[in-house]
Every structure is written in C-alpha cells, then in structure tokens.
C-alpha cells in the first residue's frame, strides 16, 4: 500500500523552498478535518460495504517574487482513516511547485519544478481505494538566454526529468530534454518562435515485446514547431504547428503532424471564454507535468467549492504506464463571475491511439461544471457535476461515469468555515460487474491561517 510512502522529491523541492525563500515569500495554508459517510467505499456492483472515512489534511501556498529566487508552490497532505477498517489507512500527497533561481540577470535561469498526485493503478478498474497510488514527477535544468537583434532573442533549455510511481513501477523513467527557441518579436503585444526539441527516454525496466505488443520501448522524441504569441486587452491566442517524430528502440518509428491550440476571450467583466485543442504526441509522465482539467475538482475550485476534505486531493484518471500515445483533445470552458454568482461550464472531446499497445486506445467526451451561490455573507450554496462516455476501442468496452455534489460552505469568522455536502458518484458499463453506485455525505471544519 502506497499509505506510507510520500514521493520523496516532492517533498525534498517543498522543504527547499520554504526553507530557502520563507522570510520574503508569502505562506498561505488551510487546515481542515472531516469524517465522510459512504455507503459503498468498495466500489462494487454487488457487495457494497458502508463505511465511515475520518481525514484530517491540509493544503498549502506559497509564493515568491524575487529579483534572484520565484517560487510558487501549491499543495495539500492528507491522511485518511477507514475507521472500519475497509482498506489500509492513507497517507497522500499533492504538489505543484516551480523553483527560479536567476544565476545571471536576462542571461541564466536554473529552474526545478516538482508534481506530485494520486492516480489510478488502472482506469479499468473502479477507483477505490486499493487501486491508488502516489506519483512524481520532477525536471529540473538550466535556461540560458541570448539576443541576435533587437527584436530577436532565444534560448537554449537543458532538463533532467525523472518519474516514478509507488507502485507501477514499469512507469518508472529517466529522460533528457534539450531545446533551442529563436524568438521575434513582431510587435510589443505579438510573438513568433521556431522551436527545436529533442528528447532521449529511458526507462528503468524496459521489456521488449510480449503478447500485447510492443512494451516501453526507450525512445528519442524530436519535434520542430512554428509558435505564434498574440497578447491584447481582452484576447489571448497561443497557436503551435509543426512536425513530430518518435524513434523507438524496438519498435517501428512514428511520425505525426504536431497541432496546439489555446485562444482565451474575455467577453464582459463578468463572461469569459477558452478553447484549447491538440494534436501531439504524448505520454504519462508528460501528462502529469502539464496537467488536463481534472474537471471536477478544477471547475468546484473555480467555483469556490473545495468539495469533500477541502483539500482538494482527488484522483486523476492519467494511465500511469510506458506507452506514447498520439492525444488528439479539445475543450472549451465558460465562465460567469458576479457579486454573488459564479458559473463554470466545460464541454471536451479526447481520442488517444496508442501504437504500441492499442488495448489502451479510447475516446472520450464529457462535460463538467460547478456552480457558488451567495446565499447570504457567510453561507454559500455550492454545486458541481462532471459526466463522461469512454469507449475502449479494441476492447469495445463503454463506460458512462458520472460524478455530482451539492453542498454548503458557512463562513463563520475570516479564519474558521463548515462544510456539508452529498455526493452522488456511478458508473454503468457492458463489461461484466464493472458498474456501481456511492452516495456520500460529508460534514468538515477548516481553519485558514
């Protein structure tokens, strides 16, 4: 069980920062206990078993601005107490944290960046408990910085990336990125680039074939892309294309067209629109560095609700393997902001086709979204729901999962608040045994420093 084992990089990058930058930056933290009634903690379709989960955690932030050292660090520790002893007690960890260190001014950066969450042992399977583990996922390398004109400048990037997880341990891997970026600058609010990467992944245990194919092959990544930055008053536009290649060590080379997409509009003071699509080459450990929405953590958080814990230690839905996969994705997000209204409303379609294992290919589409009423100054009604239909496509296997929550959050004075909330989580299935349903009620209390 991972309960006792906390990602170490994590947390060594999280005790440097605040050890090294705590008396300029700023250290915000929320702690926070609650117990949580289940009445399926197992997750089964047939045999469900109630259970009552006591989970006390907190979750932190800290930033710093400086001329020599930024940081900026978002995390949460909880531990979780099956008092029915269901399933072994947990111990998880959550991180988000970046590390500058400015050696020379406008010449050399020297960057660490640390993420760390709980993820599934398989996506097949329900997400209880026992099928959770710790991962990380850490980079770390210098940036250096030069000028050919005055409206030309680059850079040259050098990282060292390491991941590893509690327990699939087949998604354990070391890599070297390296890139090289010229930049015009065409106009004070625009921006064209040419981008050179290349990428050489080894992983610790590698097996060359088996009976579903190729499995983690080393690989060397390269890609060449055209970038075009526009930055206006109340519109955003980040678009990328160019050309992919994967390099296997034995396995058949791939080749695709490389696509990325990110346009934010901000129609009123209170109305904001995005969009963001790709088509690109990816894989588990690069996922987990640029993470997806976790849709309904992320759109409750923009909406003010921290959901069950308050904080906001949920687990995603990454495949934690070795296998490059081509991820072709768009979504889009809504959001209304007011006195006493916020909205968020967030519709995706995902395809991923993997070419060296094709029993993980699947599509998704799915729609979130999350809802904070101001009842009154200090009581807030909170609502958020998230639906998805994933289809295995070799495995023709379809899933509909759907997660929904309403809620209370009083605030009582500027430090202490109380939640409620009832929770409603299903999954129906054609594959055998593999649907459920979980209801869930939660009452917490959090002090904020």
Do not use: C
């Amino acid at each position: 069980m991972f309960a006792a084992r906390l990602p170490h990089r994590a947390v060594v990058l999280a005790m440097a920062l605040a050890s090294g930058t705590a008396v300029a930056g700023q250290l915000d933290y929320t702690a926070y206990a609650g117990i949580e009634h289940t009445d399926n903690v197992n997750l089964s379709a047939s045999q469900p078993v109630s259970q009552n989960i006591l989970s006390p955690g907190i979750n932190f932030s800290f930033l710093q601005q400086g001329s020599t050292i930024q940081a900026n660090i978002v995390g949460a520790l909880e531990y979780r107490h099956f008092m029915s002893n269901a399933f072994d007690n947990q111990t998880v960890a959550q991180l988000n944290g970046r590390l500058n260190w400015t050696v020379l001014p406008q010449r050399l950066d020297f960057t660490a960046e640390d993420f760390a969450g709980v993820q599934p042992l398989s996506t097949l399977s329900s997400n209880t408990p026992a099928n959770q583990q710790q991962t990380n996922v850490v980079t770390l390398g210098p940036t250096l910085y030069f000028r050919l004109g005055n409206t030309v400048h680059g850079q040259g990037e050098l990282r060292y990336i390491g991941s590893d997880a509690s327990r699939t341990k087949e998604f354990n891997s070391s890599r070297g990125l390296a890139a090289l970026r010229l930049i015009k600058d065409l106009n004070p609010t625009d921006q064209l680039s040419l981008n050179l990467e290349s990428q050489h992944v080894n992983y610790a245990e590698r097996v060359i074939q088996g009976s579903a194919g190729y499995l983690n092959p080393n690989y060397n990544g390269n890609a060449v892309y055209v970038r075009y930055l526009s930055q206006l008053a109340h519109l955003d536009i980040d678009v990328a294309a160019g050309w992919s290649q994967l390099v296997f060590h034995g396995a058949p080379n791939e080749t695709s067209p490389l696509l990325r997409l990110t346009v934010g509009w901000q129609a009123s003071p209170y109305s904001n629109f995005s969009i963001s699509g790709a088509r690109q080459y990816s894989d588990a450990t690069q996922e987990l560095m640029l993470p997806t929405a976790q849709r309904l953590v992320d759109v409750a958080a923009a909406s003010g609700y921290a959901g069950p814990g308050s904080g906001g230690i949920s687990t995603g839905d990454s495949v934690i393997n070795q296998q490059v996969y081509l991820d072709q994705r768009v979504e889009a997000t809504y959001t209304f902001t007011a006195a006493r209204f916020n909205l968020t409303l967030s519709p995706l379609y995902g395809k991923r086709s993997y070419p060296n294992a094709v029993s993980f290919d699947q599509t998704e589409r799915g729609v979130s979204g999350g809802i904070n009423y101001k009842l009154t100054n200090r009581l807030s009604f909170l609502a958020s729901a998230d639906v998805r239909r994933l289809t295995y496509r070799t495995l023709q296997r379809r899933d509909r999962v759907s997660a929904y929550e309403v809620g209370l959050n009083a605030v009582q004075t500027r430090h202490w608040s109380y939640q409620l909330s009832l929770t409603h989580r299903e999954r129906s299935s054609n594959a055998s045994d593999a649907g459920y349903r979980e209801n869930g009620i939660y009452f917490g209390v959090s002090y904020r420093r």
